[in-house]
Structure formats: C-alpha cells, structure tokens
C-alpha cells in the first residue's frame, strides 16, 4: 500500500495536467470556429484515410469473387462469338453453339522449357476432356493433354511437340503452325507456297479444320518470311499473340458436335 501511495503521489501532478490539457482543448475546439474547423478538417483526414484503407482491404478479400465473376462474363461472352466471322453479331442460341467455353486459372506454367505446358484448376468434373483447346481473348494458348477430376495439363502453343493448322487471314492459303524451341515470342509457320500474297503485319488465324479450334482464332502476326531451302514455300515467323510469360486465366473450349463429328467421319 506504501508503495501504490509513493507511486500515486508520484505521477499525481502528471495526471492532472494530462486532464487539464483535455479540458483546455475541449474548451479551444468548442469556443474557437477556427480551431473547430482544424480539428474537423484533420479529423476528417485520419477517418477518410482508414475508411479508404478498409474499403481497399475489403476490396481485397473479394477480388478473387470479382475475378471469377469477370471470367465467367468473358466466358459468356466468347462463347456467343467464337467461331462466327468477325463482321457477323451473334445471333445463335446456346442450343446451337458448336463450343462452350470454360474458363479456368493456371495453377503452374513454363516457358523455359522445349517442352512448355501449364496446370489449370478444371478437370473431368468441370466437363474437361483431353484435346480440347484452350484459349485467352487474345488468342491460342494450347490443347489438354490429361485431366483428373480437378485438374488439367496442358501442352503449351510453345511446345515443339505441338501443331496447329492456321491461315492467312482474309486469304485461302494455309500451313501449320509450330515451335522450334528458341525465343517464346517467335513461331513458325510453314507450308505457305511462294505464289502467296503474305506481308509483314497480316494476321494468323485458325482455320478450324479440326474441332479442336473454331475457324477465326487469333494465333498471330506475321513478323517475317523466308523461301526455305526447297524454294516452293515461305517460313515464316510469327509473333504470337499471347504473352505466355504473364499466363493467369485462359478459356477451354468444349466443342458441342466434336464427338458426332468424329463418329460421322470413323462411319465414313
């Protein structure tokens, strides 16, 4: 008790001028319009930053939400228009739609390898089965290769084992698209006879000769062209479209009519 007397005695004045500096500035605040005006201003100051600081934070526990909600828009929105020519509106019903598109995120991706391929969060439970394309709005991104119940491999456009058959846009001629293993930001694209018209700038597409990709996907621009060895047709180098270094959310495309397609032309 001795000790809690000396301690109070102590300190008794350090309390009481901390009382009298908050009266004082009730007093200044209450009776001084100008002095009001600071403390409301600055007050206002601290509240709306930890408001914004808060909305911020909220914003940031919903942003996986929003970014699911924004993929199934694009989703939406692919699905209505892929596979329709550029110039036409969609006009087609989901009844008639030969693709359903399926977005998903990239859980993994490599670009360092000659054998590039990514992990998305889709599998057999979400309708996903292997080849089946895979696509951003920008354009070809790869084809499944395998798939669990909840997951998916894909193989990577840069992959030197993949092919895709693309076309110049706007033109009849066509050649395969591939990888030769050296700068990600280069493809190639072969089989293109001398006679084409083909400039620096033009457009590939594909053009959905198969039902993995609809007819009128970007791949990409044509960046260069050479006559190969045998001098009958061009290589040439494409710049594609999509960055695969900064890969976060793609689309699969579950072709509608592929398996009756495929059951047409085995009857053949």
């Known amino acids: 008790m001795a000790f809690l007397e000396s301690l109070s005695q102590r300190y008794a004045h350090i309390v009481l001028f901390i009382i009298c500096e ?13 002095q009001r005006d600071i403390f409301t201003h600055s007050s206002s100051l601290v509240s709306g930053s930890m408001l914004e600081r808060s909305a911020k934070f909220s914003d940031y526990l919903n942003l996986d939400k929003s970014n699911q909600d924004l993929l199934n828009e694009n989703a939406r929105l692919l ?21 359903e598109v399926i977005p ?6 490599s670009i360092l390898s000659v054998r590039n391929q990514f992990t998305i969060n889709k599998g057999s439970l979400d309708g996903i089965k292997p080849a ?29 084992d993949i092919r895709v058959s693309g076309s110049i846009e706007g033109a009849d001629f066509f050649g395969t698209i591939s ?3 050296q ?20 457009q590939i597409i594909t053009n959905g000769f198969s039902t993995i990709f609809p007819k009128g996907v970007n791949i990409g621009k044509v960046h260069s062209f050479d006559i190969n060895k045998n001098g009958a047709f061009y290589d040439v180098s494409v710049i594609p479209e999509v960055d695969f270094a900064s890969l976060r959310y793609v689309y699969v495309l579950k072709g509608n009519f592929a398996e009756q397609m495929i059951s047409f032309t085995e009857d053949e």
Request: aromatic share 8%.
């Open 132 to 160: 089946m394309g895979v696509i951003t709005p920008d354009g070809v991104v790869g084809i499944i290769k395998s798939v669990n119940d909840n997951y998916s491999i894909a193989i990577s456009l840069i992959n030197v």
């Open 79 to 99: 699905q209505e228009i892929i596979g329709m020519p550029r110039d036409e509106a969609p006009t087609l019903d989901s009844s008639q739609l030969q693709y």
């Open 179 to 181: 990888w030769d293993g």
């Open 22 to 34: 908050i009266i004082a500035f009730i007093l200044i605040v209450n009776f001084n319009q100008k």
């Open 183 to 202: 700068s990600f930001r280069h493809l190639l694209l072969k089989d293109i006879p001398t006679y084409a018209d083909i400039k620096i700038g033009d």
């Open 104 to 109: 998903a995120t990239l859980i993994n991706n």
